[in-house]
């Protein structure tokens, strides 16, 4: 099935391409009512075309904040984001995002309509083609049956899969994940896994994932970015590409995980300045 | 103190192989004719005003004072009579008529006022002062100014019923907008949605169900101000509405006509609610699950 997953990527046997998108140095802040809050501190990367990016780190390592950012719906204080050589100003159709959330379906909308919708509004493409790249976008995910029905009437997962059936329909430059499978049970996570993972075999698009869990970073992902918390900085940047479900358990990706998992860990000790039992009372 | 507690007995793993649905029995049942017809929201509807209606006619032939409490039948018979020979269908055509044109006034203002507050802060702070201000001001209180400013006649009717709806639609929206999921927005935005084809494709939506609520209230607030106002003053004699019919018949102790009157306002309020707005919503937020 997945075969072509394990291979390995162009870039090691081709001198590197042009990056799709650049991050340089990059700061986010955010305002909360009472702080300003610093969630990344100069944080660079290069996204490849057909890249599978994963953006992985404990919870408060402006993972997500960061992928605000690539999406336009935040301004970085301090260094510079480009998709395809353009400076990033605001969100648009041309990176679109899956929510962590169920609501990011519009309820008023059946399926196909969702899907329809940003094609429509983007005018990206005609109304004949947006209508036939709708339904073989809802058809891959495996949604035909319920391409008429009203959002509210799904699971979560089937939700998920028509957020991915309407971004990828967009064909857009980057697809920005941001933890998209939190919300839903192991069975149903590991499903959708490996449907993105066939999904990616099929028309290999790029896409920037972010998540809190090692193994599903290390499944999902051609290559990880290694997030330390408080504010958020680049702690590594390592190669996945050779994993997905069936080396799970094995030798080197349980190798990998233990590296990143020490990786973490370290930095966990690290905040908290002493260890545990050494405290003052 | 006490011997570990034995381990459980090891018992051999269970697999079904097939498994036959034969003996399960019933799955599936139809309802019954009772159940199918208890679950028709109208049939209870009707029950309910029914039973309302005989209760009504009993205690008024007990009392057996027409002056006071005319039973139901007889109402009826009045009302029918005003209807086929008498003004009622004309008072009602003119009251309803000044009703649609103040209650669409007043939610078109709501909507500019609205709009001016989801993108403006001056905007926010200018309805929410007003808001305060008017939402708590009977609108009949304006009347005596609306009467000094108009004169007698539809444009004071319709200045109230503006100021009724006005406050009331325009606080619901604008709450409906500011409860607009940080999701969807971002959702809206990532199309490249911005100003106001976010407003009318994301934003007006998903709150609708808010402005559905407001329209209601609106509507209610209208009606009772328009029917109020009419008993005040009937416009001219020929052309007044339902309020002004039901004010003259009681001048000349009608009573059965005065509750024929006030029939005529219970049921334009019923088929509003339960045939235009009831209609609106199953369209609209239940088919979208956003209301059960």
């Known amino acids: 099935m997945n075969d072509t997953a394990t291979a390995t990527p162009a870039s090691t046997t081709q001198p590197p391409s042009e990056p799709l998108l650049r991050v340089e140095d990059v700061t986010l802040q955010y305002k909360t ?3 300003l809050v610093t969630a990344t501190y100069r944080v660079s990367f290069d996204v490849h075309s057909a890249d599978r990016f994963v953006l992985l780190g404990p919870s408060g390592c402006g993972k997500s904040t960061l992928l605000k950012g690539v999406g336009g719906f935040m301004k970085p204080v301090e260094g510079s984001m480009r998709l395809r050589g353009r400076p990033i100003d605001g969100p648009g159709p041309d990176r679109m995002m899956v929510f962590q959330e169920f609501d990011q379906l519009m309820p008023w909308k059946t399926v196909r309509e969702n899907v329809l919708f940003p094609m429509k509004v983007s005018r990206k493409f005609a109304a004949a083609e947006a209508n036939d790249r709708a339904l073989a976008a809802i058809e891959k995910v495996g949604l035909a049956k319920f391409r008429d029905v009203f959002p509210h009437m799904l ?20 697809l920005l994940m941001d ?37 599903e970073a290390i499944i999902l992902g051609s290559r990880i970015l290694v997030l330390s918390p408080h504010p958020g900085r680049v702690k590594a940047e390592l190669n996945a590409h050779q994993f997905t479900h069936r080396e799970q358990g094995g030798e080197a990706f349980m190798a990998l995980q233990r590296r990143i998992h020490d990786m973490l860990f370290a930095e966990c000790l690290e905040a908290h300045g002493t260890p545990r039992g050494a405290g003052h009372d | 103190m006490t011997d570990p507690r034995p381990l459980p007995p090891l018992r051999p793993e269970i697999e079904n192989r097939s498994l036959a649905s034969g003996q399960i029995g019933e799955v599936k049942r139809p309802l019954s004719a009772w159940e199918r017809v208890t679950n028709i929201d109208w049939v209870r509807r009707i029950t309910i005003l029914l039973i309302l209606a005989a209760a009504w006619e009993g205690y008024g032939r007990y009392l057996n004072n027409p002056l006071m409490v005319p039973p139901f039948s007889m109402v009826m018979e009045s009302l029918w009579q005003a209807t086929v020979n008498g003004p009622l269908a004309d008072r009602t055509f003119t009251s309803v008529r000044v009703l649609v044109i103040g209650y669409a006034c007043g939610v078109a203002l709501a909507a500019v006022f609205t709009a001016l507050a989801v993108s403006t802060r001056v905007g926010t702070d200018l309805l929410s002062t007003l808001t305060a201000m008017f939402n708590p001001l009977p609108a009949i209180a304006l009347l005596p100014i609306a009467l000094l400013w108009f004169g007698l006649g539809i444009p004071s009717l319709v200045f109230v019923i503006v100021h009724s709806v006005l406050w009331a639609v325009a606080l619901n929206t604008h709450s409906g907008f500011l409860a607009v999921s940080e999701t969807m927005r971002m959702a809206g935005q990532n199309y490249g949605l911005k100003g106001i084809r976010f407003v009318a494709f994301v934003l007006m939506p998903a709150a609708f169900p808010a402005i559905l609520s407001g329209l209601k209230i609106g509507w209610a607030f209208a009606w009772r101000t328009l029917i109020a106002a009419e008993l005040v003053f009937g416009v001219s004699s020929r052309s007044g509405g339902l309020g002004w019919f039901i004010f003259e018949n009681r001048n000349q102790l009608d009573t059965a006509a005065v509750f024929a009157g006030l029939t005529a306002v219970i049921i334009i309020g019923l088929v509003v609610e339960s045939v235009i707005f009831r209609n609106v919503e199953r369209k609209t937020v239940r088919r979208w699950g956003m209301q059960r």
């Open chain 1, 179 to 215: 933890e998209p499978y939190a919300a839903l049970d192991a069975l149903t996570r590991r499903q959708m896994q490996e449907e993105l993972l066939q999904l990616w075999e099929d028309t290999r698009f790029t896409v920037l994932f972010v998540t809190h869990s090692i193994e």
């Open chain 1, 155 to 174: 699971s979560g997962g089937m939700k998920q899969r028509v957020a991915i059936a309407r971004a990828m329909a967009m064909e857009p430059d980057i």
């Open chain 1, 33 to 35: 009512a009472e702080h």
